[in-house]
């Protein structure tokens, strides 16, 4: 088991930026995946980016060039620096940790960009 904890949301204005930051209660390292998923009301829930164990990053198109996915193993935290912020990415943003035979999600943070 392994619990998530997501923090760094809130309310921003349109171009702003905004840093999120995942806790985890245990090691990361055994994950072959971290991602940030996002789900904005009346839609489904969506990858925004992801990062496995070589630190190789996914990222939907929506985001490529504005977001930014990390990891720090160490002390267990994943990141997603965000930055030329647009009220389209408002939405719950939710952690994700995936190996086969595993998958844990944190409670969700909000982010509100405002235009």
């Known amino acids: 088991q392994v619990q998530l904890v997501e923090s760094g949301g809130g309310l921003v204005q349109a171009g702003g930026s905004l840093r999120l930051s995942c806790a985890a209660s245990r090691s990361i390292f055994s994950f072959n995946n971290m991602g940030w998923y996002r789900q904005a009301p009346g839609k489904q829930r969506e990858l925004v980016a992801a990062?496995?164990?070589?630190?190789?990053?996914n990222y939907a198109d929506s985001v490529k060039g504005r977001f930014t996915i990390s990891r720090d193993n160490a002390k267990n935290t994943v990141f997603l620096q965000m930055n030329s912020l647009k009220p389209e990415d408002t939405a719950v943003y939710y952690c994700?940790?995936?190996?086969?035979?595993?998958?844990?999600w944190g409670q969700g943070t909000q982010v509100t960009v405002s235009s």
């Open positions: 990062i496995n164990g070589f630190g190789t990053t």
């Open positions: 994700n940790a995936f190996s086969i035979g595993q998958d844990y």
